[in-house]
């Protein structure tokens, strides 16, 4: 079954062929058939491989060599695929919540007259994701790394007609690729110290290093800077919620299942050089939980249905990035996990309600939608308090379990992690209220024009809904006295990592009172959304009114993109300027323009010497026989 691997990234490479080179002769029905089952069939490997791996006991660790790709002096690497407990999760959780998507979008994008085209990209997304999971090198990591970056952009950018999504794709690009060198240096380094860059020996050298040596602090920390840019991480957060310009199907699958849980994946798939490297794992646990908070502010006051759930993937990514930091990595990928389902719920609810409203996206043009769409309403309260973290959905037990981590490692951590966990429950239940609740605030055209979405759209919804309230069950905590599947799965993986790092542990009764507290905690602050926003009816106050100064800050995003404008874009597009009108023009064009008519000019001048008269001719030939002779003479 190990060798069948292959297939699993195979299929949605051939359904991108096939949607791709035939998409025009294909109808919209069979392009959506033939895209959604090449995921589905790599699904169904994955399960098998899964079910596998689960059976195999200690010994899960597979490499299945394909061919041998580089061979560079003392350079080589091979094209072979790693499958383990940790590649086969992700295998599940990229090709089952990408199957869901994929069906979701045969309905919603039924009328976009790109459809074909947007399956093709779709599957080519999937099939580089794929790749980078399952790279047995830190060098196929890389091309599946950059792969997903160049389809984030045709994807973000898919409706290129319009000029801000084309700046939101390009800005995407642009900023991951400053991740992306960051996490190139790190595999030039990487290569350097060990003398290759694959997992097995690079991983298998490390344990002889002793903590904290500068080489261990300087890759880990490269390694780092590609996470921040791909996992959407301060300072380089910024394209993520920009990146809603595209279909609300491609934010789902960047923000639930694919692009932004790569850096995750790369550190947890990296975890021995970080556990070597503790000064790295701090840093990287204080950017998490400042980035949680800190996304999780801005959250409170957007009015974008799609740019509130944006701000909460990147709040959420910043709990996996502070797991991590902690050395909790079998907590990080818990997270992973559950927040594909809720997070991928959330967005295709959102997706549901942008459809029923003919596009709108303003929670401030909404209200009242329970009625019109009863199982979209259903499906989207049960992410939102999966999101919130209340029990017994998925979202309770993978965040406490990073919370009960963090009062273990950190007080202050903790501390901030309750404060975003807060804040998630309140701006998630304020975008509940004002969409679902109270009276249709939009146009009495829309009104005539509200309906529950299609069964291809509603399906998928309920199926997430289902993992949310289940999935968590997966990483029941011990003081349950229940056995943690997912850390008895992946423990092979970590083995080495848990070894070295110092058990931080707390008290039966201790989590107890923590579960309690963040319970009771979040549920005032449901109900103080409640009241603010169903019994009061308040409603965000309307553009171009005037704010308090921290409520104008926050609203404004703490104005990042526009320092970002002027410290950097305006700067560049200067300096840039200066380079075009020197360089370009006078050093380059003056360059080309001088041989030109340099080339003119020796041409006119020889062309004086062809006057048409023999006796001319003669006379120069005889000089030129004298001056000859003369110059040997002596």
């Not at 902690?326 to 991928?344: D, E, L, P, R």
């Amino acid at each position: 079954m190990i060798k069948l691997v292959a297939l699993v990234p195979l299929f949605p490479l051939l359904g991108f062929i096939i949607t791709g080179l035939f998409g025009k002769s294909l109808s919209k029905t069979v392009a959506g058939v033939v895209a959604s089952g090449a995921i589905l069939l790599s699904f169904i490997v994955s399960l098998l491989l899964f079910i596998d791996l689960n059976e195999a006991g200690d010994n899960v660790t597979h490499t299945v060599k394909l061919f041998d790709w580089i061979q560079a002096g003392k350079f080589s690497a091979d094209l072979s695929l790693l499958i383990d407990p940790l590649s086969s999760v992700f295998l599940m959780i990229i090709t089952g919540v990408g199957f869901l998507i994929h069906v979701y979008s045969t309905g919603y994008m039924h009328d976009d007259e790109g459809h074909n085209k947007f399956f093709s990209y779709l599957n080519l997304f999937v099939f580089f994701m794929l790749l980078l999971v399952l790279g047995s090198n830190f060098l196929v990591m890389f091309v599946g790394w950059e792969g997903v970056g160049l389809c984030s952009y045709l994807l973000i950018g898919f409706w290129f007609k319009n000029t801000n999504y084309n700046n939101a794709a390009k800005k995407a690009f642009i900023m991951n690729r400053i991740g992306d060198l960051g996490f190139l240096l790190g595999i030039f380094l990487i290569y350097v110290t060990f003398g290759s860059v694959s997992y097995s020996e690079v991983f298998a050298q490390a344990k002889f290093y002793t903590a904290d040596e500068p080489v261990m602090i300087a890759i880990t920390l490269l390694l780092f800077v590609g996470a921040i840019g791909k996992s959407a991480q301060l300072p380089l957060y910024t394209w993520l919620p920009d990146a809603m310009a595209g279909p609300t199907p491609v934010s789902a699958l960047i923000h639930a299942a694919t692009m932004v849980t790569a850096g995750i994946y790369m550190i947890a798939r990296s975890n021995i050089l970080y556990t070597l490297a503790p000064t790295s794992l701090h840093i990287v646990a204080l950017i998490g939980v400042i980035t949680a908070v800190f996304a999780a502010t801005i959250g409170l006051l957007q009015n974008d249905i799609k740019k509130v759930l944006a701000y909460s993937t990147v709040s959420q990514l910043g709990y996996m990035f502070l797991a991590l930091g902690m050395g909790a990595y079998t907590s990080a990928v818990f997270h992973v996990i559950t927040h594909a389902f809720f997070k991928a719920l959330l967005f295709l609810g959102a997706g549901s309600v942008i459809h029923a409203m003919g596009g709108e996206q303003d929670i401030r043009k909404m209200g009242g939608l329970k009625g019109h769409l009863p199982t979209t309403f259903a499906t989207f309260l049960i992410g939102t308090i999966a999101i919130a973290g209340i029990p017994p959905f998925a979202g309770f037990f993978s965040k406490d379990e990073i919370l009960a981590h963090a009062f273990a490692h950190n007080k202050i951590f903790w501390l901030l992690g309750v404060g975003g966990s807060v804040l998630t429950a309140f701006y998630m239940f304020r975008l509940l209220f004002l969409t679902f609740y109270g009276k249709f605030r939009g146009t009495h055209h829309q009104e005539e024009h509200l309906h529950e979405s299609p069964k291809s759209i509603t399906v998928p919804l309920m199926v997430l809904a289902g993992l949310s309230i289940v999935g968590g069950f997966i990483g029941l905590p011990e003081a349950f006295h229940a056995k943690h599947l997912l850390k008895s799965f992946l423990s092979p993986v970590f083995a080495a990592s848990d070894l070295r790092m110092l058990p931080a542990e707390i008290s039966h009764a201790t989590e107890y009172a923590l579960m309690a507290l963040a319970i009771v905690i979040v549920l005032v602050v449901v109900l103080l959304a409640r009241n603010k926003y169903v019994i009061k009816g308040e409603l965000p106050v309307a553009d171009g009114v005037a704010l308090s100064a921290s409520s104008k800050l926050i609203a404004n995003k703490y104005y990042v993109d526009e320092i970002y404008d002027n410290i950097i874009v305006k700067p560049l597009h200067w300096i840039s300027g200066i380079f075009y009108r020197v360089m370009d023009i006078q050093v380059v064009d003056g360059f080309v323009n001088f041989i030109g008519k340099a080339v003119v000019w020796s041409s006119n001048s020889a062309r004086l010497t062809q006057t048409g008269k023999i006796g001319y001719y003669v006379f120069v030939m005889v000089l030129s026989v004298a001056l000859l002779l003369l110059y040997i003479s002596y």
